[in-house]
Structure formats: structure tokens, C-alpha cells
């Protein structure tokens, strides 16, 4: 059966081929149930406009509880004739209540409008839902802050260590970013809280129409201010994809370092069991396979929003086919997330810190250095000077083969007369470690304080 929006104006049905490029259902299916909101508050205003009867509307509502039933128990689907989930939902709603009455839905809407407007409706419930699982992540990583608030380890720049810090400033390090993903969903929000209804094709609607009511019902607190930007528009969808994308990058960021943490070389971390994976012909092997994909999944996420962006540029307004191709590259970031969140927050929840390994790496490569050059600089020596003086300590250690602290009395002092014994007070990674006491720094009481502030963060998101 023909069950084509258009057709008045041809001769004959489209071929084959365009028919199986034009199809849409296999991904926008998931539009449905917001696609059956639509129509509800859309009935509504056609009702108010004079439009449709009393006894109408009603049976147009109840046409419309009957359709998401059967969608929702999967007793209607979309055939292979439906164009897309438009299409299919019409021909759903015709064969419940009627050509005379089903005919009329349509009146002051277009696919253009309806479907800028479901996609805004998915992703805002998507981006609920992606928050709260970031959130999640944010807590485990909080608690594991907390379960280790003492133990230090090499911080490191360039991958070489640098200076000691603690394990929970460094993990929150990771959590922070987290958050301002979780503000940015936010703040996104407010942008696609914007409904398209109303808008119709590109020009808006001569019927009288009430898009604010539409947009009310629909959960919107606007509608579109231009009905060609409405349905043309798609930066917010893009944003989204930047959201999303950010997030990808975010996780492979924390994913690379417990990757390296599971290693023997480095042996900071072992992996639970049941977040980890084992190998096909080597029995030993438990790989880091959570955080491997994530870093693989966050390339995915990227090119989701390329391939969006590639997609927007130079389209001339108003509606143009092209814009279909917005909604894969969405959906599978969205899918994506959901798949991934909830196995890395497991990962990381469950990580087994070794505190003895990270503590006893903590002043090698000689990170105590800036606390020399510090010290220095709290005797009244310029920092140039305290730098040389520094880096003279560690060629002599380099020379002998050993470490800062082991330097003798003697030999700070032929170093330089400015290096008195009373520097070895910061040549302890506890002194180190407490003398970064500035706001942000690793001393063990500002990060305790950051830990409050960041529970205070989920708690209020
Ligand atoms: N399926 C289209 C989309 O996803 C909406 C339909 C608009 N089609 C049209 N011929 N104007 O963007």
C-alpha cells in the first residue's frame, strides 16, 4: 500500500532505489514516542484554532493513545514503504482512526518542523540522562580520592617526574573537567529548550496556529523566534556532538593513564577482574580493555561531530535533505556514552591503587629539585641564581649516582654557601608536598578542601 506523505503532483511511485536511499526508519525510529507527543500538542492547537471539532480531538487523542501503545508493545512498526518515522506514523494513525479524521493531523505542520523539533526533545532527555552517569564517574573517582587522601606519587610533566603530588589531587584532576562537561550539557540546554513546531516547512503556518502552546506542551519554555532558523537550524545539534565529543576526549584522557598505571614497568594499579579482560593464547594477560575502547570510542566520538560539521557547511537555508544526516552521527554519540559510561565508572571504582610502589617513586628523578630552588628563594636568593644552584645539586647527584637527599652537608655547601642544612626540611616528599599550600596546590590540607568542593559539585548538579 502507498502510504507516501506526497505524491499528488506524480505520475508514478520512485524507484527502488531512491526509495531504499530516501528510507530513514532504521535510525529514526527512536523519534516515535516524541513524534506521537508532537502530534497530541499539535491536535491541541489545530482543536483551538477552530480547526477540528471537540468530538475531533477527542478521538484524534485517544487515535493517538492507541498508536503509542501499540508502538511502545511493538505491536505497530515501521514496513518498509514508510519513508520515515513520519511517514509511519501516519499510516499508524490513519488506520486507527480513519482517513477523514487522520487525514487532518497534518494540517500546519511539516516533517521540517516536527523533525527539528523531536531531535531537540531526544537529545535534551538524552543529556539528562548522560549527566547523571557523568556524575556517577565524578563519585567514584571522589571516593577513591578519598580512600587514598595520603598517598603521594611522581607527578610528571612531559611524562618525565617533575614534583610529587598526591594521588587525590591527581585523580580529581580528572574529575574536574567531568564537571564542566556535566555544566556544558547544562548550559546546552538552555539553547535547545527552543521548539521548532510552528514553524512549518520554513515560513510558518496561515492556520492560526499557537507554536508557544505547542512548545509548552511539549516541554519547551520557547519556540523558535524564526520559523526558517527553526527548521534549518542545527548548531545546537552540532553543539551537542561537541558536548559529546568532549566527553569522548575527556575519558581517553584518564583511559591513557591507567593504561600506563596497569603496566609492569610503571605497576600503579591493577585492574578488578571483572572490569578487565583476558587473552586468547596468552594465559597471563589481563588487559585494560574498558579503557583501551574508550580511547578508541573517543575517535568515534570525534568523528560524529566532523562528519555533522562537514555536513552544515555551505548548506543554504532553509530545509535541505542533507540535514537527515544529522541524526547517525548523534544517536551513536549518545549510544556510545551510554554504553561506555557505566563500564569506565566500574573500572575506575574498582582500580587497586599500590601505594608503596607510587610513594617510593615519588622523589626519584630527582623532583625535589624546585624544592631547593624554593628554598633558596625563601633565603633571599633571586630565583635565577636559586635555579643554578638547584641544577648544580643534581649534576653532582647525576655524577655519583645518587639522589638529592643523600648529598652530604658538606656538599651543598661547596655547591653553593647559600645551601645551609636547613634545606633538607623540604627535601622529604611529606615537606614538599605540605609547602604547595597555595589555593589549588597538592599540600594534603588544600586537597582535602578540594575534595569537599567537588562533593559539593555533584551535590548540586
Ligand atoms: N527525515 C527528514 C529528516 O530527518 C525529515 C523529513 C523532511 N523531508 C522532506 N522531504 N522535507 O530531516
Not at 185 to 212: C, F, M, N, T
Request: with cysteine; hydrophobic share 45%; glycine share 8%.
Amino acid at each position: 500500500q502507498v502510504t507516501r506523505l506526497w505524491g499528488g503532483r506524480f505520475a508514478g511511485g520512485p524507484s527502488e532505489a531512491l526509495a531504499r536511499l530516501s528510507l530513514s526508519t532504521h535510525f529514526d525510529w527512536r523519534l516515535a514516542r516524541h513524534d506521537i507527543a508532537g502530534s497530541r500538542a499539535h491536535a491541541r492547537v489545530l482543536h483551538r484554532a477552530g480547526l477540528l471539532t471537540d468530538a475531533e480531538l477527542e478521538a484524534m487523542l485517544a487515535g493517538l493513545d492507541r498508536l503509542e501503545t501499540d508502538v511502545v508493545s511493538g505491536a505497530f512498526t515501521p514496513v518498509l514503504e514508510d519513508e520515515d518515522v513520519h511517514t509511519a506514523l501516519e499510516r499508524g494513525f490513519i488506520e486507527r482512526v480513519g482517513p477523514d479524521l487522520g487525514g487532518r493531523l497534518r494540517a500546519g505542520r511539516s516533517r521540517n518542523d516536527q523533525i527539528a523539533t523531536l531531535v531537540r526533545m531526544y537529545l535534551r532527555e538524552q543529556a539528562r540522562g548522560v549527566a547523571a552517569e557523568l556524575l556517577d564517574l565524578v563519585s567514584a573517582l571522589a571516593d577513591q580520592a578519598q580512600a587514598h587522601i595520603d598517598v603521594a606519587m611522581p607527578g610528571r610533566t612531559h611524562l618525565q617526574h617533575a614534583q610529587p603530588i598526591l594521588l587525590a589531587h591527581h585523580l580529581m584532576a580528572h574529575a574536574w573537567p567531568l564537571i564542566r562537561d556535566v555544566e556544558r550539557l547544562r548550559d546546552w540546554d538552555g539553547r535547545a529548550a527552543v521548539s521548532a513546531y510552528g514553524s512549518g516547512a520554513l515560513a510558518g503556518s496561515s492556520l492560526g496556529l499557537d507554536p508557544e502552546a505547542v512548545a509548552a506542551e511539549l516541554g519547551f519554555p520557547a519556540s523558535a523566534e524564526n520559523s526558517i532558523d527553526g527548521t534549518a537550524g542545527r548548531d545546537v545539534v552540532a553543539e551537542f556532538g561537541f558536548v559529546a565529543a568532549m566527553i569522548g576526549v575527556d575519558l581517553s584522557r584518564i583511559s591513557e593513564e591507567i593504561i600506563l598505571w596497569a603496566t609492569k614497568e610503571f605497576s600503579f594499579v591493577t585492574l578488578d577482574d571483572a572490569f578487565s579482560t583476558g587473552s586468547s593464547i596468552m594465559p597471563q594477560k589481563k588487559n585494560p580493555d574498558i579503557a583501551e575502547l574508550a580511547r578508541g570510542k573517543a575517535g568515534r566520538l570525534v568523528g560524529d561531530l566532523a562528519g555533522l560539521l562537514t555536513t552544515l557547511k555551505g548548506l543554504p537555508l532553509a530545509y535541505n535533505r542533507d540535514l537527515q544526516e544529522d541524526k547517525e552521527p548523534v544517536f551513536d554519540a549518545v549510544d556510545t556514552l551510554n554504553l561506555l559510561l557505566p563500564a569506565f565508572t566500574g573500572m575506575v571504582a574498582t582500580l587497586t591503587f599500590h601505594r608503596e610502589r607510587m610513594e617510593e617513586l615519588a622523589p626519584q628523578g630527582f623532583s625535589l629539585a624546585t624544592d631547593i630552588a624554593e628554598w633558596l628563594v625563601r633565603q633571599h636568593v633571586p630565583f635565577r641564581e636559586a635555579h643554578e644552584i638547584a641544577g648544580a645539586c643534581v649534576r653532582v647527584c647525576e655524577e655519583r649516582g645518587i639522589d638529592l637527599p643523600d648529598l652530604t652537608d658538606a656538599d651543598f655547601a661547596a655547591i653553593s654557601p647559600h645551601l645551609t642544612p636547613g634545606v633538607r626540611e623540604v627535601l622529604t616528599v611529606a615537606g614538599s608536598l605540605a609547602s604547595r599550600a597555595s589555593k589549588g596546590g597538592t599540600a594534603p590540607d588544600r586537597v582535602k578542601e578540594q575534595l569537599e568542593r567537588l562533593r559539593g559539585e555533584v551535590a548540586r548538579h
